[in-house]
Nanobody, 123 residues
Framework: QVRLVESGGGLVQAGGSLRLSCAAS????????MGWFRQAPGMEHEFVAG???????TSYADSVKGRFTIFRDVQNTLHLQMNGLKPEDTAVYYC?????????????????WGQGAQVTVSS
């Protein structure tokens, strides 16, 4: 069983930066592929970034490439560094995990979810 707790959300002006963190309890990150999804009001969950459990390879949604960076540290914490934020990045961001080796960029492939962190970008 994996428990995920996000932190670091907040309000920022367009062009600013935020870092989201996700503390995980349970097995180490090497056992799980981790990801960030977001959900804007009235919208479905959208894949943002992922990091594979064995290789550490990363993937990003086209909308955030070059602005967001996903990485994990030895303290079993996952991070999402968000730079150049835009108003359209406003959403609740969720840390997720799956024991699938090759999950799709689909929320249905991720079994474990955090409670979510609100990110609001003002114009």
């Amino acid at each position: 069983q994996v428990r995920l707790v996000e932190s670091g959300g907040g309000l920022v002006q367009a062009g600013g930066s935020l870092r989201l963190s996700c503390a995980a309890s349970g097995p180490t990150f090497s056992s799980y592929t981790m990801g960030w999804f977001r959900q804007a009001p009235g919208m479905e969950h959208e894949f943002v970034a992922g990091i594979r459990r064995i290789t550490g390879g990363t993937s990003y949604a086209d909308s955030v490439k070059g602005r967001f960076t996903i990485f994990r540290d030895v303290q079993n914490t996952l991070h999402l560094q968000m730079n150049g934020l835009k108003p359209e990045d406003t959403a609740v961001y969720y840390c997720t995990a799956t024991d699938r080796i090759r999950p799709r960029d689909d929320p249905r492939d991720y079994e474990y979810w955090g409670q979510g962190a609100q990110v609001t970008v003002s114009s």
